[in-house]
């Protein structure tokens, strides 16, 4: 299968951590990425990671890959309303660009 | 100003019609696509471009068709609309070795 899956919904509230898991099918993935959609606007690329690493952090965004198990999750610590999104995960093989459903993040305050 | 703009934002149509979504891009990129987002299943792929005159079908190219007029502009048109085209359109660039692809703002399309 060449499928990208992430579960639909996620809800935290306002200061707590926030994790977003995703799983992926095809192991000649050589990017992994993290896209922020914000309501009427177009994706915006949060992050990356190459498929030789384990983890990238960048401020409050941890990405983490489990390459054996196919497993992608981005963590955003001290989560905040304005990071209310549908976040994509998204692999690239071969120069195509697989997303995922997305996962409706929701923060309360 | 945005560097990927995408035309119209929003259009309501009827069965039948031909209808023509324009996106631009400012960024020099040579590689454009079109993406429809529906609930719950993600961006999937119609066309995509490497430049002006390499086109090629992605996932659900079927009802679509599409013109690349200029390095900077990609058309998606639909012949003959039909409600279950009925979503929102994204087009989005890309650099060949790139990791990132730039995404519009995206088109609201609805067929009724």
């Known amino acids: 299968g060449e499928d990208v899956e992430q579960s639909l919904f996620l809800s935290v509230r306002e200061g707590d951590s926030s994790v977003i898991n995703c799983t992926y099918t095809?192991?000649?993935?050589?990017?992994l990425y993290w896209y922020k959609q914000e309501p009427g606007a177009g994706l915006q690329l949060l992050t990356y990671?190459?498929?030789?690493?384990d983890m990238k952090q960048d401020q409050r965004l941890t990405v983490l890959l489990n390459k054996k198990d196919k497993h992608l999750s981005l963590r955003i610590a001290d989560t905040q309303t304005g990071d209310s999104a549908i976040y994509f995960c998204?692999?690239?093989?071969?120069?195509?660009?697989?997303f995922g459903a997305g996962t409706r993040l929701t923060v309360k305050p | 100003d945005a560097d990927v703009t995408q035309t119209p934002r929003n259009r309501i149509t009827k069965t039948g019609k031909r209808i023509m979504l324009e996106c631009s891009q400012t960024?020099?990129?040579?590689?454009m696509y079109w993406y429809r987002q529906d609930p719950g299943l993600g961006l999937r792929l119609i066309y995509y471009?490497?430049?002006?005159?390499?086109?090629n079908k992605g996932e659900i190219s079927d009802g679509y068709s599409v013109s690349r007029q200029a390095q900077a502009k990609f058309s998606l048109s639909l012949e003959s609309a039909i409600p279950n085209q009925t979503a929102l359109y994204f087009c989005a660039t890309s650099e060949p070795q790139g990791n990132e692809q730039f995404f519009g703002p995206g088109t609201r399309l609805t067929v009724l």
């Open positions: 998204a692999e690239r093989v071969m120069g195509d660009m697989r």
């Open positions: 960024k020099g990129h040579d590689r």
């Open positions: 990671i190459f498929s030789n690493m």
């Open positions: 095809d192991s000649s993935s050589t990017y």
């Open positions: 471009s490497f430049d002006v005159k390499d086109i």
